[in-house]
């Protein structure tokens, strides 16, 4: 089973690994990480108003805005509240520190009880018409919750915690595919490493963690995992996840 090496998010076509960035500084040891995995085929950027206290966001914008054609950047906000006037200050704010007039792809980063979802969803929808943000996205979300949103605004993507280590969202997946919605799975590469997965990466000439990602990459062509890392050659690893050729009986071994 040959897994899609690219596939569409915003209205782009890209490398289906992406990068996440919850520890990423604003440095300029960064600013050429990230422009070296750009120009090595990244095209994925995850990032939130909240990593490292803003400064994940300020180093995607002194790096790479304007942003060009081959690269979505998501982030997120209202990770501790939903309340109306956080969500436009942590909003207002992503757009300043990305250095850009439209978020590609904006996401709830948690669904708070301070504010009735269909509110917040109407909040973000104006954002929308005003072309401050290109799509939505909800974040460590069930169907119930993706399908309130719907209702007020297209959901683009959703982002829960999955991974061979974490399968609580298999529901959502599906969910996601049968409604075209892309599925981001965070902590991607969390885990221990077991006997198969050692296995399994001596024979693709691979590391345990490629194996990981490929085995994300196959469990529906609408999952695009973002690992986190601070190190090039990591981020070239990941990338070339998406070369690897998983077997069936392999994917059974890793646990289905
Ligand atoms: N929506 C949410 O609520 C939420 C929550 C948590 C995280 N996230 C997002 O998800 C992203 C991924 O999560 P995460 O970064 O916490 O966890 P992760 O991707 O599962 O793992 C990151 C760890 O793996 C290491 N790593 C990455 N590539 C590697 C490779 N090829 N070989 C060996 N080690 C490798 C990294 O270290 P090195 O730097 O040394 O490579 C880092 O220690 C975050 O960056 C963030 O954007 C979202």
Wanted: charged share 25%; proline share 5%.
């Amino acid at each position: 089973m040959v897994p899609m090496r690219t596939f569409e998010i915003a209205g782009r076509t890209v490398a289906r690994v992406g990068l996440g960035t919850n520890r990423l500084t604003d440095t300029i040891l960064n600013h050429d990480l990230l422009r070296d995995a750009v120009e090595d085929g990244l095209g994925f950027v995850d990032t939130a108003h909240l990593y490292s206290d803003g400064s994940s966001e300020a180093a995607i914008g002194a790096a790479l805005a304007p942003f060009p054609e081959e690269i979505v950047v998501a982030t997120k906000g209202g990770y501790r509240t939903n309340a109306p006037d956080r969500l436009r200050e942590e909003i207002e704010g992503s757009l300043e520190r990305l250095r850009t007039a439209t978020i590609d792809l904006w996401y709830l980063h948690r669904v708070q009880d301070d504010a009735p979802l269909e509110a917040t969803m109407g909040l973000v929808a104006g954002y929308v018409e005003q072309g401050r943000i290109a799509h939505v996205g909800l974040s460590e979300v069930g169907v119930e919750e993706i399908e309130t949103a719907r209702k007020v605004v297209p959901i683009a993507a959703v982002q829960n915690e999955y991974g061979l280590g974490e399968r609580k969202h298999e529901e959502v997946i599906d969910y996601c595919e049968t409604h075209g919605i892309v599925f981001v799975p965070f902590f991607p590469l969390a885990g221990g490493e077991t006997g198969e997965l050692t296995e399994i990466a001596g024979r693709h000439d691979a590391t345990p963690t490629q194996i990981r990602l490929a085995w994300l990459l196959h469990r529906s062509p609408i999952v695009a995992p973002i690992p986190g890392t601070l190190s090039i050659e990591h981020l070239r690893e990941n990338l070339a996840a998406t070369e690897i050729e998983l077997s069936p009986e392999e994917i059974e071994a890793l646990g289905g």
